[in-house]
C-alpha cells in the first residue's frame, strides 16, 4: 500500500532547527514531485515547499524562503525539510505530500502522509 510517514516534528525553540523526514513506499518515489504543506491551528492548508523529481529544482514560500530547506534522497525513498530559525509562526501540523508541485490546489496531491507536528515556543 502506498505509505507517506513523517517523523521528525517536536517542540522547539524560537531560532532552532528541526528536520522533518518523510518516508515513502507503496509506490515509485522518483517519479513524483513531493511538497511540504502545514496548517496552523485554526487555519486552511498552506503551501510550504516543492521539489522536482530529481531534485534539479525547489521552490518555497515566501514565509519560509531562506529559512527551509526541501530535499530528497530517491535511493532512500525520503523527502526531508530542513527548517531553521523557527518562528511562532511556523507552529503547524506538517505533511509531506506527492504530485503537486507549487501548488495550492489540493485535488492535484495523490498521496498524503498523517502528519508530524511542529511546535515553537520558548
Known amino acids: 500500500e502506498v505509505q507517506l510517514v513523517e517523523s521528525g516534528g517536536g517542540l522547539a525553540q524560537p531560532g532552532g532547527p528541526l528536520t522533518l523526514s518523510c518516508a515513502a513506499s507503496?509506490?515509485?518515489?522518483?517519479?513524483?514531485?513531493m511538497s511540504w504543506v502545514r496548517q496552523a491551528p485554526g487555519k486552511g492548508l498552506e503551501w510550504v515547499s516543492s521539489?522536482?523529481?530529481?531534485?534539479?529544482?525547489?521552490d518555497s514560500a515566501a514565509s519560509v524562503k531562506g529559512r527551509f530547506t526541501i530535499s530528497r534522497d530517491n535511493a532512500k525513498n525520503t523527502l526531508y525539510l530542513q527548517m531553521n530559525n523557527l518562528k511562532p509562526e511556523d507552529t503547524a501540523m506538517y505533511y509531506c505530500?506527492?504530485?503537486?508541485?507549487?501548488?495550492?490546489?489540493?485535488?492535484?496531491?495523490?498521496?498524503w502522509g498523517q502528519g508530524t507536528q511542529v511546535t515553537v515556543s520558548s
Open positions: 505530500a506527492a504530485n503537486g508541485y507549487c501548488a495550492s490546489s489540493w485535488k492535484l496531491y495523490k498521496y
Open positions: 521539489i522536482t523529481r530529481t531534485g534539479s529544482l525547489t
Open positions: 507503496g509506490f515509485t518515489f522518483s517519479n513524483y514531485p
